[in-house]
């Protein structure tokens, strides 16, 4: 049976599941229309993605294989494969809610096989010894390690396929079940426009993080410290394989480096999807307590646009809103603030990230929130409130990450942008004032519990 192979998170030939798959194939990429029609014109990741995509084709190309482009809802694309002939499709396994329903969809129509190509750990795998899924990280990072062996990471290797017969060369646009075929393939056809965003290959990615792994869990928190993997964008398109980092982390453990720390960071993408796949609800309810929230719009409208007045909360806002990035401890500090200080809903922050995060990754962004918010499963304690200012002190002493984001601060002697009495009583030229007291917002939200 003819079986229809959908690159979906895993735009990559090597170490592939779906290229381990026997037999007549036709490899697709959608580019789903319930998803893009939500975007502006220019978000930066359909520009990344389009660019992929197009790097997977000419990959597959050169193995004697291609790719057939189509642009529509899923439904629509598999309703029109079931009326060619195909029975099966194979993709990469999604545990958010749009995902999981997508795919619940098409499983009416064809066989479907769902493949675990993007963790290392099926969400059933890991279980208490009563057979229910863990709650806290650290047992399941133990039981994960207890489990672990060497054939999570073995590589896939490709297996006999011979190519479906089909026009690889136009897009496809099917709607309202009309098929009509676009010749050029172009982001512009899509309806957006290019953006440029830079992006290392996984490769050379992994080959530069290869000197920093020693010092990973002693420098990733320093924000002026190119510390981090940068394999977060890689790993959410799958641009390169798990099973492979992994592998990297062995050769480089084998060679007595300390990998321990970063290998447990993976565990904790890990153990974010887990949480989402057996509890789908994280997506849009709290698990623990009900903070009260506040529906200040304006408080909404200056933290988006980084003119809060607080240094490193606006560097952060602008780091992503200029790059689509955000350094991992800025994301803990601006999360704290957006649900603590300004007492706003994670679920609006959750979804001001996933309009402009590059390694956007539904389970990683809402658990996050959740977490900062103290309101998840393996929360941080509501009373804990990060304070911005001692953070910057710690973790950006001589302001430069703030200074690179803040131009307008260049000229602040980077001491005094730690202090809220200089902030909260000096003109700034182009910077506001801080839009409330760091204690006082304290006391403020802790008492709304008692």
């Known amino acids: ?190 309806g957006f426009k290019r953006t440029h965003v830079e992006l290392l290959s996984a490769e050379k990615t992994l080959e530069r993080f290869a000197p920093k792994i020693d010092k990973y869990s002693e420098h990733r928190d320093f924000l002026d410290m190119d510390a981090t993997s940068h394999l977060s964008v890689h790993l959410r398109f799958g641009t390169i394989s798990i099973r492979e980092v992994v592998r990297f982390l062995v050769h480089l453990k084998a060679q007595g480096h300390d990998t321990e720390p970063f290998f447990r960071q993976l565990i904790f993408r890990e153990f974010y999807a887990y949480l989402l796949y057996h ?62 200080h300004l007492m706003l809903p994670w679920q609006q922050g959750e979804v001001f990230f996933a309009k402009y995060l590059l390694d956007y990754d539904a389970s990683a962004n809402i658990l996050s929130w959740q977490w900062c918010a103290g309101t998840g499963i393996d929360p941080q304690p509501y009373f804990r409130i990060f304070n911005p200012y001692s953070q910057s002190l710690k973790f950006d002493k001589e302001a430069r990450y703030i200074k690179r984001f803040l131009p307008q601060l260049q000229d602040v002697p980077s001491p005094l942008l730690h202090k809220e009495a200089y902030l909260m009583t000096q003109d700034i030229k182009g910077y506001p004032k801080p839009i409330l007291g760091h204690e006082s917002a304290r006391k403020r939200f802790l008492s709304s519990f008692s």
């Open 279 to 340: 509890f789908p609800k994280l997506a849009w309810e709290n698990y623990k307590y009900n903070p009260p929230t506040s529906n200040d719009t304006e408080a909404y409208e200056r933290f988006i646009n980084a003119q809060t007045g607080y240094p490193l909360v606006d560097a952060a806002v602008m780091e992503l809103l200029t790059t689509g990035v955000m350094h991992n401890r800025a994301r803990m500090v601006v999360g704290s603030f957006f649900t603590k």
């Open 1 to 190: 049976m003819k079986k229809v192979l959908w690159f979906r998170r895993d735009l990559r030939v090597h170490d592939s599941m779906l290229l381990a798959t026997e037999g007549e194939v036709l490899p697709i990429f959608i580019f789903d229309t319930n998803i893009l029609n939500a975007l502006e014109k220019e978000d930066k990741r359909v520009s990344l993605i389009f660019e992929q995509v197009l790097k997977l084709k000419a990959a597959l190309q050169a193995l004697g294989l291609d790719l057939a482009l189509f642009y529509g809802t899923p439904l629509e694309v598999f309703t029109y494969f079931k009326t060619l002939g195909f029975g099966e499709v194979y993709a990469s396994v999604d545990y958010d809610s749009y995902a999981r329903k997508r795919d619940e969809e098409i499983a009416e129509l064809l066989s479907f096989h769902p493949l675990n190509d993007c963790y290392l750990f099926e969400p059933n795998e890991v279980l208490k010894k009563d057979g229910s899924p863990y709650l806290v990280f650290t047992p399941y990072y133990r039981a994960c390690k207890e489990l672990y062996t060497k054939f999570y990471v073995l590589e896939y290797k490709r297996a006999e396929q011979s190519l479906s017969n089909f026009d690889y060369s136009v897009l496809y646009s099917i709607h309202e079940g009309v098929k009509t075929t676009l010749p050029l393939i172009t982001i512009e056809t899509l």
